[in-house]
């Protein structure tokens, strides 16, 4: 089946670490999202790519990095430079940025710092 | 920037009962607005997408609205049932690029049974 998929699920990471979470797509889609959810708040986004090789910072993306090697991945890198990364991260996936597409959601991952 | 607000937060209704969801946006030149369905727990599904040209689209008993100059959306479900429970999100896109995609935080929806 098509779809996105999101792993880990769950992800503890210790103060310091990088922790890095995985997003693959086979709906052949160009361009991929990551947002953050947090309690209370509206998703607001870390990171979007158009095409592969290419990335633009969303609208709070300090303290994360990404990459987009290849079309159907794009991991997120969290790293020790993220201050509060205690949320629910959500992988998307559109046919492209144009606002006439319909953008796809994975499940999910949540990042708990201990 | 577009602002999109969702009201009321929750709301439980009984079983068998038609309700609206209600989403006003600030920025009518909104190119489509998408609405989603989200499980605790879980990513977002895609329910219905409503370009700037259209003023409704529908899916089984779900029906949404989209009117530009009042600023608002709604979301229709009719004949609600228990597996209707959920959090619904509405979302604007005010053009240009991932970044002019704007949530809403959300109405939780209890359908009692």
């Known amino acids: 089946d098509g779809g996105i998929t999101q792993s880990p699920k769950y992800l503890f990471r210790k103060e310091g670490q990088n922790v890095t979470l995985s997003c693959e797509q086979n709906l052949n889609h160009d361009a991929m999202y990551w947002y953050r959810q947090d309690p209370g708040q509206g998703l607001r986004l870390i990171y979007y790519?158009?095409?592969?090789?290419?990335?633009q910072k969303g609208d709070i993306a300090e303290g994360y990095s990404v990459s987009r090697e290849k079309k159907e991945s794009f991991p997120l890198t969290v790293t020790s430079a993220q201050k509060n990364p205690t949320a629910f991260y959500l992988c998307?996936?559109?046919?492209?940025?144009?606002?006439?597409?319909?953008?796809?959601f994975g499940e999910g991952s949540w990042l708990t710092v201990v | 920037k577009q602002e999109v607000t969702q009201i009321p937060a929750a709301l439980s209704v009984p079983e068998g009962e038609n309700l609206v969801l209600n989403c006003s946006f600030t920025?009518?030149?909104?190119?489509?607005l998408q609405w989603f369905r989200q499980d605790p727990g879980k990513g977002l599904t895609s329910l219905l997408l409503?370009?700037?040209?259209?003023r409704e689209q529908t899916s089984g008993r779900l029906n949404a609205s989209l009117d530009k100059s009042s600023g608002r959306s709604t979301l229709y479900i009719a004949a609600s049932q228990p597996g209707d429970s959920a959090t619904y999100l509405c979302a604007g896109h005010s053009g240009g690029g991932a970044d002019g995609l704007t949530f809403g935080k959300g109405t939780h929806l209890i359908i009692q049974p």
């Open positions: 920025d009518s030149a909104i190119y489509n």
């Open positions: 790519s158009q095409i592969v090789n290419d990335f």
């Open positions: 409503i370009q700037s040209s259209q």
């Open positions: 998307a996936s559109s046919r492209g940025l144009h606002s006439g597409n319909t953008i796809y």
